[in-house]
Nanobody, 122 residues
Framework: QVQLVESGGGLVQAGGSLRLSCAAS????????MGWFRQAPGKEREFVAG?????YYADSVKGRFTISRDSAENSVYLQMNSLKPEDTAVYYC??????????????????WGQGTQVTVSS
């Protein structure tokens, strides 16, 4: 069982930056593929970024967002730069046991955090 807790959301102006954090419980954190998803009002939850043996991103955030992990801290991060109003959403951290597969779909992840709100004003 893995428990995930996100933090770092908030209100930022367009062009600004935010860093989201996701703290994970469990002693085998390094064995999990971690992902960030987001859900805007009235829209479906969508993949943003993932980290397994490497990193991978949705086209909409490539070059602006960076996912990283610190296994010593049992944490994964999402650095978001050059934010746009369309990045406004609740951001969720997710975990999937196993490495080596670039999971991008909701059903591929077994564990989820409660989400953190990111609002980008124009």
């Amino acid at each position: 069982q893995v428990q995930l807790v996100e933090s770092g959301g908030g209100l930022v102006q367009a062009g600004g930056s935010l860093r989201l954090s996701c703290a994970a419980s469990g002693r085998t954190f390094s064995s999990y593929t971690m992902g960030w998803f987001r859900q805007a009002p009235g829209k479906e939850r969508e993949f943003v970024a993932g980290i397994s043996r490497g990193t991978y991103y949705a086209d909409s955030v490539k070059g602006r967002f960076t996912i990283s992990r610190d296994s010593a801290e049992n944490s994964v991060y999402l650095q978001m730069n050059s934010l746009k109003p369309e990045d406004t959403a609740v951001y969720y951290c997710a975990a999937r046991l196993g490495l080596g597969y670039a999971a991008r779909y909701i059903y591929e992840y077994a564990y989820w955090g409660q989400g953190t709100q990111v609002t980008v004003s124009s």
